[in-house]
């Protein structure tokens, strides 16, 4: 094998996998997330994994990752190797490309809803009130050929940087956008904290959990959500650490990788409450949230408005773009190292066929908004989401934990962790072993048992024990 390529700064790796955790998943999804499943109590369930399963699991895949230098699925095949495995392992990633392939498919889509509102922030097409907003969303969504010519923009924009072997030009484009990102996001929670009078509310709302509305479907949800932001499960971390130089901390990048991660998330949901509730609007309203309230706040502000609603968007293309191109990378690396196709051709082909898959999503919202699937009571998109963001997801965590944790040898993992103290590393160690693993199977259970049983059972518990943080570190 030739020189492994590595990334030239050491604070590449971080600015990479921080651009693909920070995405939609933060700015559109969580704020929505979070309104749909009961606010307080989504929070305090999401925070919980992303401590206890998801920073554990992004150092599992970046040790795989670092200590190989390839693509995820010989990173996995060289590992088993050396821990005299079987070479099926390999299996976690070749599945794990098709539920990214999935995912990107209708990441594109609703990427492209960004394009067209920084193109109408521009024109000045938005109206001014939350009722305009929401016709001009309503229309977007109806109108399949702006759809379609976003999602055709957005994937073709992926492909070129992709096709094109970004490592350096991602390094340095990301190195100013997510500062300005950060600060953007920072000015809209000062706009809603001191303009809306709602701010106290929305603490309550995101910060003052009711447990009682902790069911089995808002803990398979934060789940899933903490696994889709944070690009988790996917061997998407895995295969950026393949570009790791040998002298940056795992156990540091990992934790500002999800620390930034959460931030963005956290600070999304405080810019867009008090904008909901000082409105009137629905928390609840789904997919919308984002583009309809945080729009309407911008409005309302005259010229200000627009330049933020610009550049706000603006940037929420390139979060989507810096978190899409982390999905393309593993499947064009693959081709690139083990079938030695040409990286152009290959990228091309892929975008194409995630493009044409993504057209279910842009008719999901209009043509087929009311096809029930397989009486899911789900139409085409959301079942697509649901099934990839909170069930493939967590499993594929579940299988690189018992990877790391059981198949793998130890002296890779403790080889890689050097900088951590004995005990550190046990503790580590234990949380793979354990407790994701675990974790990930109990809340499968439960969503197996029931909503009403399992209701029933942690209502159970929560009678004897009136303290369920507690119970959840029993359970632990
Ligand atoms: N984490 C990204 C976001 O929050 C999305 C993403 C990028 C992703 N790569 C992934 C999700 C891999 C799941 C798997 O927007």
């Not at 998407?236 to 940056?248: E, F, L, Q, S």
């Amino acid at each position: 094998m030739s020189e492994p390529k590595v990334w030239a700064k050491k604070s590449t790796f971080i600015f990479a996998a921080a651009g693909s955790a920070i995405g939609l998943g933060n700015l559109w999804k969580f704020p929505y997330m979070v309104g749909e499943n009961g606010g307080g109590a989504f929070v305090i369930v999401y925070l919980l994994c992303v401590l206890l399963i998801g920073l554990p699991l992004m150092m599992s895949e970046t040790i795989v990752g670092k200590y190989s230098h390839g693509n995820a699925i010989d990173a996995i095949g060289v590992t088993a190797e050396r821990s005299g495995a079987s070479q099926g392992w390999r299996g976690i990633a070749v599945l794990s490309m098709v539920v990214i392939f999935i995912i990107l498919s209708f990441y594109s889509v609703i990427a492209g809803w960004a394009f067209d509102y920084t193109k109408a922030f521009m024109m000045g097409d938005m109206g001014h009130s939350a009722k305009e907003v929401g016709a001009y969303f309503g229309d977007l969504l109806a109108d399949p050929k702006r759809l379609i010519i976003w999602h055709t923009v957005f994937m073709f924009l992926t492909a070129i940087i992709i096709a094109r072997g970004a490592q350096e030009g991602i390094e340095k484009a990301l190195g100013i956008m997510m500062p300005v990102l950060f600060i953007l996001l920072f000015i809209v929670v000062g706009y809603s904290a001191f303009a809306t009078g709602a701010f106290g509310k929305t603490l309550t709302y995101m910060f003052s959990p009711d447990f009682s509305k902790i069911t089995p479907m808002v803990v398979i949800n934060a789940m899933g959500q903490a696994f889709f932001s944070l690009s988790l499960g996917m061997c998407v971390i895995m295969t950026y650490a393949a570009y790791m130089r040998k002298d940056v901390s795992i156990t540091e990048s990992s934790i500002y990788v999800s620390g930034l991660d959460t931030l963005m998330a956290l600070l999304a949901g405080l810019a867009i409450f008090p904008i909901v509730f000082a409105n009137g609007l629905d928390s609840g309203s789904g997919p919308g949230l984002l583009f309809v309230t945080l729009s309407t706040a911008f409005t309302q502000l005259g010229t200000m408005g627009t330049i933020l609603g610009v550049s706000f968007f603006f940037l929420v293309i390139i979060a989507a773009l810096s978190s899409s191109i982390s999905m393309v990378e593993p499947f064009v690396k693959w081709c690139e190292e083990h079938l030695g196709w040409n990286r152009f051709a290959v990228t091309f082909l892929y975008c194409f066929a995630v493009w044409a898959f993504g057209l279910i999503t842009v008719f999901s919202f209009n043509i087929w908004g009311k096809v029930d699937v397989l009486g899911t009571g789900k139409n085409p998109f959301d079942l697509l989401d649901f099934v990839t963001s909170s069930i493939c997801l967590p499993i594929g965590g579940l299988l690189v934990s018992i990877y790391v944790g059981w198949v793998m040898n130890k002296d890779i993992s403790r080889e890689q962790l050097s900088t951590l103290s004995g005990a550190l590393f046990g503790l580590w160690l234990f949380v793979v072993r354990f407790v994701a693993p675990v974790l990930i199977t109990i809340v499968f259970i439960s969503s197996v048992l029931g909503e009403e049983k399992m209701n029933a059972l942690i209502q159970q518990i929560l009678a004897i024990q009136n303290e369920p943080l507690l119970v959840l570190t029993l359970i632990v």
